[in-house]
């Protein structure tokens, strides 16, 4: 399998929520301060790299669009088109989002937590749709029917609406020689990755991506993957994903 294509895929920097330990979703969080320092960070490594790009997805969460702008900003790529979609948002964490998740290790149990943070297949529990924490009324998604604005996602769900983006927008773009950043969310990423390397429901629970190291895919000409690799040495990589899969601990 030859390399045919190079993607960068890029988690947002810590956000207030990942800085206070709450479960986030569809919330907007904003980048906590860390979050705009690991953002520059990732734009240096990429720059250092000589990385360059000619279009850029994003989801619809300013966490993932400001620490896109900052990449760019860092790799003075602020002319390129930046496309903005809810498919490349965070899983929705319905009910739980906004709760502190040692708090809910604690009152639910680790194990508990871990299903719901990792697991493939079972959902948190559902938002209500008088919930304030509902999306539905947001203004960027009027535009789209009311069932499209989940009230809860398990990763299952999340790969079903990344899926169909992956294919019909950003594949194209890949196969069409344009190189690509993708720049989303710890779980809409998952299930990207999940789907790429062929990882199983087993499998996937043990799968973190730590906040602001690109993350880089080689494709070949069908877009399979040849390999992939984060542009961070490991140690830095092994503790930064530790500290993501920690996150879900009572304290
Ligand atoms: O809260 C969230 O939305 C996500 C990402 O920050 O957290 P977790 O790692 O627990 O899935």
Redesign the pocket.
């Known amino acids: 399998m030859a390399t045919k294509y190079k993607i960068a895929l890029i988690r947002h920097g810590e ?1 207030e ?2 800085k206070d330990n ?4 569809w919330f907007d969080a904003d980048l906590s301060a860390t979050g705009l320092e690991e953002a520059k960070n990732a734009g240096k490594m990429l720059k250092e790299q000589n990385y360059t790009f000619d279009i850029a997805f994003t989801s619809v969460l300013k966490r993932a669009i400001k620490t896109l702008f900052i990449v760019q900003e860092e790799m003075d790529l602020h002319w390129i088109p930046v496309i903005r979609h809810w498919r490349l948002n ?2 929705h ?1 319905g009910g739980l989002q906004g709760l502190n ?1 040692s708090e809910t290790a604690a009152k639910h149990g680790e194990d508990q937590v871990k299903i719901w ?1 990792r697991s493939y297949d079972i959902p948190p529990p559902a938002l209500e749709l008088s919930d304030p924490r509902s999306a539905t009324n947001e203004a960027k998604y009027a535009q789209y029917d009311k069932a499209v604005v989940p009230q809860c996602e398990c990763l299952k769900d999340t790969v079903e609406r990344v899926l169909p983006y992956w294919h019909d927008v950003i594949v194209p773009t890949i196969k069409s020689g344009k190189r690509v950043v993708i720049s989303a ?3 809409s990423l998952r299930a990207l990755i999940k789907y790429l390397d062929n990882v199983s429901d087993e499998e996937i629970p043990e799968l ?1 991506v730590p906040t602001a190291i690109p993350l880089v895919y080689e494709l070949d000409e069908n877009m399979r993957p040849v390999k992939h690799y984060y542009l961070a040495d490991e140690a830095q990589v092994k503790a930064a994903i530790e500290k ?1 899969a920690n ?2 601990k009572a304290k």
């Open positions: 956000s929520y990942n709450r479960f986030c979703g965070e899983r964490y998740k943070r969310h710890g779980n973190n993501v996150q879900g």
